[in-house]
């Protein structure tokens, strides 16, 4: 299973870009890379999915170079309301047309200040 | 809205007891997790099931039991409650992999609460 390496915690500030990288050495040809983001007393939530390349969506890019060996969620602009705990994930598929399971790392704290 | 109920926000149990956590999606996803959630360890995959009467063996088992006999009910079970079981529970669903294989958005519930004492 691949697993995933990220930082335990950053500092920002507000109106400044956050990048959180995440290592994932073992991915697998099928995985997709996907990051969720967590509030205190609340369940994860997602933020971005990607296989390759760059996507953005309304919230976050995710940045995957070409060996897919890692990943970058970059936060545009942050807020005190993006202090949360941001997690990497790399699916894998249990057999063809099966489900994913999916597993946790422990996350990396974000804490922004004003 | 797309929603995860989990039955009991706080629950306090004492060595020993046989404690359930129920958790109920309406999203028609196959797809049905258990995590617990500890300080500095993340999210652990428990159980998981992919269709009604199927499960399969997260990475941390032991000492639990699931149950999925409705496509939209996902109950943990706690044989016999024991104080390292003390945790945030966290259930989650989500839709198959994805015409190109990418992989559903997890949905999670609010999170159950579990003292054991």
């Known amino acids: 299973l691949a697993k995933t390496t990220q930082p335990i915690s950053m500092d920002s500030y507000e109106g400044q870009e956050v990048n959180i990288t995440c290592s994932h050495n073992?991915?697998?040809?099928?995985?997709?890379i996907t990051w969720y983001q967590q509030f205190p007393s609340q369940g994860p939530r997602f933020i971005i999915q990607?296989?390759?390349t760059k996507v953005t969506n309304e919230v976050a890019s995710l940045f995957i170079p070409a060996d897919r060996k890692s990943s970058t969620l970059s936060l545009p602009r942050v807020s005190l309301s993006d202090t949360a705990v941001y997690y990497c994930?790399?699916?894998?598929?249990?057999?063809?047309?099966?489900?994913?399971?999916?597993?946790f790392g422990a996350g990396t704290r974000l804490a922004v200040h004003p | 809205d797309v929603k995860v109920t989990q039955s009991s926000r706080y629950l306090v149990k004492r060595t020993g007891e046989k404690v359930f956590l129920e958790c109920v999606q309406d999203?028609?996803?196959?797809?049905m997790f258990w995590y617990r959630q500890d300080p500095g360890l993340g999210l652990r995959l428990i159980y998981f099931?992919?269709?009604?009467?199927?499960?399969e063996k997260g990475d941390i088992p032991e000492g639990y039991s699931v149950s999925r006999e409705k496509k939209e009910r996902f109950s943990l079970i706690l044989e016999s409650a024991s104080t390292n079981q003390t945790s945030m529970y966290l259930c989650?669903?989500?839709?198959?992999?994805?015409?190109?294989?990418?992989?559903?958005?997890?949905?999670f519930g609010e999170g159950s609460r579990l003292t054991v004492l």
């Open positions: 073992n991915i697998a040809t099928n995985d997709y």
């Open positions: 099931s992919y269709d009604v009467k199927m499960k």
């Open positions: 994930l790399v699916g894998v598929r249990l057999f063809s047309g099966g489900y994913n399971k999916l597993i």
């Open positions: 990607g296989y390759k």
């Open positions: 989650a669903s989500s839709s198959g992999p994805g015409l190109a294989g990418e992989v559903g958005e997890l949905f």
């Open positions: 999203m028609d996803h196959e797809n």
